[in-house]
């Protein structure tokens, strides 16, 4: 595939090759100048997947995409890895996580870690969405490995932002404190199986109450907080039902 220009992977890549968009990311992520992409009208809902490292973020994801496959829908997962240079240990659990996935040609699993893009890391990601949206994938979702500046940042290319706890791993004034009550359009309290979940679920909507009273935007969505194991596959149809409802209010996608 060395032999293509630009503009012929680019080609390929809008065919349905995902051997090309799997090259041409890796250029983006490995190089400084990147490839030129321009006039990708997205028509994917972009749904970004944030937390602290155990909340179940990757769970939730397979949960997202066993209930798409199920719909005949394709869905790319962008697994973005902002700290480490080369694909660490998490990296890898979620790859075999996801294995059920891998011989699915509907579903595009890559993990990106950008360690040398010019424009620094939210300037790579947004061309490997570009790339992804050229594609034509019905669904992409970005997981971000930590909770951090960075993961904030990369964040904002989502268009739907999922944040993920879980009962005993941080409360509302830790989420507060880690940027995450701000960037949620949809709070999940994952692991509802185990104590404490409710009482997780109500300080965050304390929480994000307070955060809404202070920055005083929001009026058109509030971020509903929900409930849910997504291991056992519970409250995976509400999730999604949110999901739905904030690309409706929000006027995104198809
Ligand atoms: N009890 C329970 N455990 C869960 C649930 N969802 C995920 N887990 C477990 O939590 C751990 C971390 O999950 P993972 O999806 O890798 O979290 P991530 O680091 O946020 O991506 C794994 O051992 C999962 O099996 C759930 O709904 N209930
Ligand atoms: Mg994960």
Redesign the pocket.
Known sequence: MDAFTDQELLKEIQSGNRQALAKAITTIENSTVGIEVDNVEPTAQVLGIT????????????AIIKFLRKKNLSIAVLAVDPSSPISGG?LL??RI?LADHFTDPKVFIRSIATRGHLGGLSASIKQVLKLIQLANFDFIII?T?GVGQSEVEIMRVADTVCV?L?PGMGDGIQAAKAGLLEIGDIYLV?????DGASDTKQDIEKSIALSMLKTNKGVAWTPPVLL?????G?GVVEFMTEVENHRRVRNLGK
Do not use: I
Not at 54 to 59: A, E, I, L, Q
Not at 190 to 194: E, P, Q
Not at 228 to 232: K, P, T
């Open positions: 937390g602290a490292p155990g909340v179940g973020k990757s769970t939730t994801v397979d998490a659990g979620d996580r997981e490995v993920v879980a994952n692991k509802s199986d185990r849910g194991s997504m291991q056992l519970v």
